[in-house]
């Protein structure tokens, strides 16, 4: 199992210039991939317009965006100062400074934000996280009993993250001072983090099963890339997600729903297991 470096991942995503390079979900050739994410919360996560929602790692505010064109208030958050920079001007872009707040935070230390939250959303994080256990206790804190989680992760039992996983165990092997900023999960162990720290595991949706390369950075005019790409659209015009019990765990991504279980303060939280 990939452990990441939380000294080196932490000082990674504060600086300029970095994940601001690759994350375009918004553009380029994975687009429509991207935007089955934004289609399983649309379809599979009702909200009345009342809620208060908080956006961990907001990125460009795709999500932050989404809740609140759908009438929630929203305070996105995020450690990078480019990404919140790009969050700004989502907010500009689409007139939604009534609505939507962006504010400096880490995922690990959420505090002061003005919570608690009826929805917390972290989409496109577990796999960059040194500690995914103390993000999750930090989350549920921030929610309120009963609120909404809902997540996304790279599985490992998908063909995509099993090629990642090829990929870096071959990397470590090369190089091994090589920083790895990513890594991958089994859906039982997501859901056992979650219960350890208060969260119930409600549904899962899975984008893109014959999605072999869901990252942007690496798509180049390859004529192999071209073939991988055909048929993750294809399968993407006639499935732009799975809710079946044995497909969705396969997708590329992983889109989760869980419920907060009891006050945070009986919850106990727990980090991963050192390996
Ligand atoms: C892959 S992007 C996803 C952005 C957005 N959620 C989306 O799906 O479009 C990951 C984001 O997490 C942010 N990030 C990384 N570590 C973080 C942390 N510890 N706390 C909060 N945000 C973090 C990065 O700066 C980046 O904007």
New binding site residues.
């Given amino acids: 199992m990939t452990k990441l470096d939380a000294e080196r991942?932490?000082d990674y995503?504060s600086r300029r210039d970095t994940?601001?390079g690759w994350?375009t979900?918004d553009e380029g050739p994975l687009r429509f991939h991207?935007d089955a994410?934004l289609q399983v919360l649309a379809d599979g996560v009702p909200l009345t317009g009342d809620e208060r929602v908080l956006?961990?790692?907001?990125?460009?505010?795709?999500?932050a965006a989404h809740f609140a064109e759908r009438g929630c208030r929203v305070t996105a958050?995020?450690?990078?100062p480019d990404?919140l920079e790009l969050a700004r001007e989502t907010v500009r872009r689409r007139g939604l400074e009534e609505r939507l707040e962006v504010r400096e935070?880490?995922?690990?230390a959420l505090h002061g934000l003005g919570e608690p939250f009826d929805l917390v959303?972290?989409?496109?994080?577990f796999d960059?996280?040194p500690d995914l256990g103390a993000?999750l206790a930090s989350m549920r804190r921030a929610l309120r009993p009963d609120g909404r989680f809902v997540f996304?992760y790279v599985p490992s039992e998908s063909l995509y993250g099993s090629l990642g996983n090829a990929y870096r165990w071959w990397k470590r092997r090369r190089s091994p001072g090589e920083l790895l900023i990513s890594r991958t999960y089994r859906l039982a162990e997501v859901r056992a983090l979650l219960e350890a720290n208060g969260l119930a595991l409600e549904r899962v949706w899975g984008v893109g099963v014959l999605c072999l390369n869901a990252q942007t950075r690496l798509f180049g005019d390859h004529p192999l890339s071209r073939l991988l790409l055909g048929g993750a659209r294809a399968e993407a015009q006639r499935w732009p997600y799975h809710a079946s019990p044995w497909l969705a765990p396969h997708g590329a991504h992983v889109v989760g729903l869980a419920r907060a279980l009891a006050r945070p303060s009986e919850a106990g939280g727990t980090s991963e297991p050192a390996s």
């Avoid at 956006?55 to 999500?63: A, E, K, S």
């Avoid at 958050?77 to 990078?80: E, K, L």
Wanted: with cysteine; glycine share 8%; charged share 20%.
């Fill in positions: 991942v932490g995503f994940v601001s994350w979900p991207y994410e956006d961990v790692c907001t990125g460009r505010g795709r999500f958050v995020d450690v990078n990404m935070a880490d995922a690990t959303s972290c989409m496109e994080l960059h996280l993000a996304t």
